[in-house]
């Protein structure tokens, strides 16, 4: 189990990445709704997002890696403040170069009919079934 020292580092090294990602004013409902957006596990509750932000808890390992790649830090870094903070420090095997902007591209999902999103939505997981990360 981890310490109350181990939470504080967490919950300050998030704020941090939160800041960093210009997410600082996001309240944790908003953070969960991100968060779940791209984990593929059952979503966090906006209850849980406040015990990260308040020093009570740690996500799970599966749920810091996510955390790190959305936020762009080392998962090693967010967990334990070890290691290089900044991911662009890290070599990557994945190109970036079709790095999405989710806001927007949430906002024009939501124009979408919902034929045409139950449409995007198949493309999506089919797309990742085939690179097997489904």
């Known amino acids: 189990m981890a ?3 181990e939470k504080k580092g967490f919950t300050k090294r998030l704020a941090e990445a939160l800041r960093r990602a210009d997410l600082h004013d996001a309240g944790p ?4 709704r991100e968060f779940n957006l791209r984990y593929q596990g059952n ?3 906006t209850q849980a997002v406040r015990k990260w932000l308040g020093g009570l ?3 799970s390992q599966d749920k ?4 790190a790649e959305w936020l762009d830090v080392a998962p090693q870094w967010l967990r334990f403040g070890e290691g290089v903070r900044d ?3 890290v070599t990557r095997q994945e190109s970036t170069a079709y790095r999405a902007d989710y806001p927007t591209l949430l906002r024009k999902f939501d124009l979408l009919n919902d034929p045409h999103r139950k449409m995007v939505f198949e493309i999506v997981l089919a797309l990742l079934r085939l690179e097997g990360k489904q």
């Open 3 to 5: 310490s109350s020292e």
């Open 29 to 32: 409902s908003h953070i969960a």
């Open 43 to 45: 979503p966090v509750t």
């Open 57 to 59: 808890a740690l996500p």
């Open 64 to 67: 810091m890696r996510v955390l």
């Open 87 to 89: 991911e662009r420090n």
